[in-house]
């Protein structure tokens, strides 16, 4: 398991991306892990009429019998990944920052994208701002997006662009919108974003950022919190945990049920998971179709 804080003392992001992806691939045939958005292939039995093109010939070698990679059939698409920058994912538990997860989870999976022959682009959101790096599909690109990561610096609130329907309304290229957030929120500024990308038709999957400090509500030697974005702080003490914790599950129970009536795809991840974990899941229940 790779565990963030091992992965804080590798500073060259490419390498982190690659070190993850290499452990999440430890243990699968590398090519189960090919096809379109991030998903495994599927193998079937060879059917009379199907296309000799698409036969696995590694396959019948090891089983000297005929299997069709499903998935190959299928067109590469493009996955955008958008980023949440604002102040908020600053929130540090036991040295690992919420941006620094979000960093690497987006540098491990765009890695395996690019991998798998599918475009990728970025889009940070800042204060107001919204940073594009346009879809392509080449090495160089990927260098790109590696060092657009490492440039954000979250900074600000979370406010909706003015200018995004036309950047995610596309060229009518199916794009798979991975958003990577803490859903930290004022006025409903994200639950609004992710209303118009829904609409767009794009397919668009949600991973919820939290600190694993935050689920435990564990702050010991702490009296009071910060908002890292408004700077207004409150007092704490052990006897809230539990209505704190109660009133957390039920936002996230919430969060999921909304998001899952627009038809968009909800995991909550603890910024102590392991990367390649968090991957195997993931993709596991991808393929299952969620």
Known sequence: MLDPKVLMTIKDLPLVAKTVIDGFMNGYNKSTVKGPGLEF??????QPG??????????FARSD??????????TSISVRFLVDASASMNHDDGGVKKIDYARFLTASLA?????QGDAIALNVFQDGGLFSLPSRLDPQHLQRLYYNLQQIEPAGTFTKPIHYKELFAGNGRKELLIFITDMYQNGGEIVKLLDTLAALKHEVIVFHLMGQNELDFDFKGYS???DLETGQTIPISPQAKKQYQET??????????????????????????PLDEVLREFLV??????
């Not at 292939?41 to 060879?46: C, D």
């Not at 199907?50 to 396959?59: F, N, T």
């Not at 890695?111 to 991998?115: D, K, M, R, S």
């Open 41 to 46: 292939s599927q193998y079937r039995s060879y």
């Open 50 to 59: 199907d296309d000799l093109r698409w036969l696995d010939w590694r396959m």
């Open 65 to 74: 019998r005929y299997y069709i990679r499903e998935s190959e059939i299928e």
């Open 111 to 115: 890695y395996l994208a690019n991998l």
């Open 224 to 226: 009071t919190l910060e």
């Open 248 to 273: 957390l599950e039920q936002h996230i129970a919430g969060l999921r049920m909304a998001l899952l009536g627009k038809h968009i795809v909800y995991k909550m991840l603890s910024t102590a998971q």
């Open 285 to 290: 229940q991808r393929n299952k179709g969620f």
